[in-house]
């Protein structure tokens, strides 16, 4: 399995915006369905956001409307854009890409700081 890498995390203030990135590779056509996940400090790794390879996507309630996911399949890499964040935002986000063939892979995580 190839672990995708996050990237693009950074300290932004409440209310700001912030674009994660999530690289991966093989056939896109073996890659049903990615997702963005994160984990808090004591809390239960959450589900975000996900984004099928049909282009389906689904949100968690505390995020809807806020966040986006999107995909560019010619680049193998999902992006989730981050806006209005909140206080309750922050945590280690992780991409989790999932293959027909392979299975999940997760990647080593991106941490996400909102602060003023």
């Known amino acids: 399995q190839v672990q995708p890498v996050e990237s693009g995390a950074r300290l932004v203030q409440p209310g700001g915006s912030l674009r994660l990135s999530c690289a991966t590779s093989g056939s896109i056509f073996s890659i049903s369905a990615m997702g963005w996940y994160r984990q808090a400090p004591g809390k239960q790794r959450e589900l975000v956001a996900r984004i099928t390879r049909e282009g389906s996507k689904n949100y968690a309630d505390s995020v809807l409307g806020r966040f986006t996911v999107s995909r560019d399949n010619a680049k193998n890499t999902m992006y989730l854009q981050m806006n209005s964040l909140k206080p309750e935002d922050p945590a280690v986000y992780y991409c989790?890409?999932?293959?027909?063939?392979?299975?999940?892979?997760w990647g080593q995580g991106t941490q996400v700081t909102v602060s003023s």
């Open positions: 989790r890409v999932d293959n027909i063939f392979t299975g999940s892979s």
